[in-house]
């Protein structure tokens, strides 16, 4: 059974940086593209970064470009955002996301999510 479980989430001032984790258990890590998508109150959930299976490519929401790194570590099943120069914009749930592709058609896969709360 697929889980993901995020930690890292917290309270930091405008401009301080925050590194989430997010460990995954369930499937074969290593063949699995992950994400890290975000929900703000009151606004749909959006994708915020992606690293591919072999960890050589990424991709950033224009947003998050130049201030977040998204990176993965197979050898301990975790994904990682570190985020820096936040901003009060920032404020969301962050979760981590995967999928697997099966006869019967993508299935998505979630965390809990973890606040993070950026104060101006």
């Known amino acids: 059974q697929v889980q993901l479980v995020e930690s890292g989430g917290g309270l930091v001032h405008n401009g301080e940086s925050l590194r989430l984790s997010c460990a995954a258990t369930?499937?074969?890590?290593?063949?699995?593209?992950m994400n890290w998508y975000r929900q703000a109150p009151g606004k749909e959930r959006e994708l915020v970064a992606g690293?591919?299976?072999?960890?050589?490519?990424?991709n950033y929401a224009d947003f998050v470009k130049g201030r977040f790194t998204i990176s993965r570590d197979d050898a301990k099943n975790t994904v990682y955002l570190q985020m820096n120069s936040l901003k009060p914009d920032d404020t969301a749930i962050y979760y981590c996301?995967?999928?697997?592709?099966?006869?019967?058609?993508?299935?998505?896969?979630w965390g809990q999510g973890t606040q993070v709360t950026v104060s101006s």
């Open positions: 690293i591919s299976s072999d960890g050589s490519r990424t």
């Open positions: 369930g499937f074969t890590f290593s063949d699995n593209v």
């Open positions: 996301n995967t999928y697997l592709i099966k006869w019967s058609g993508r299935y998505d896969y």
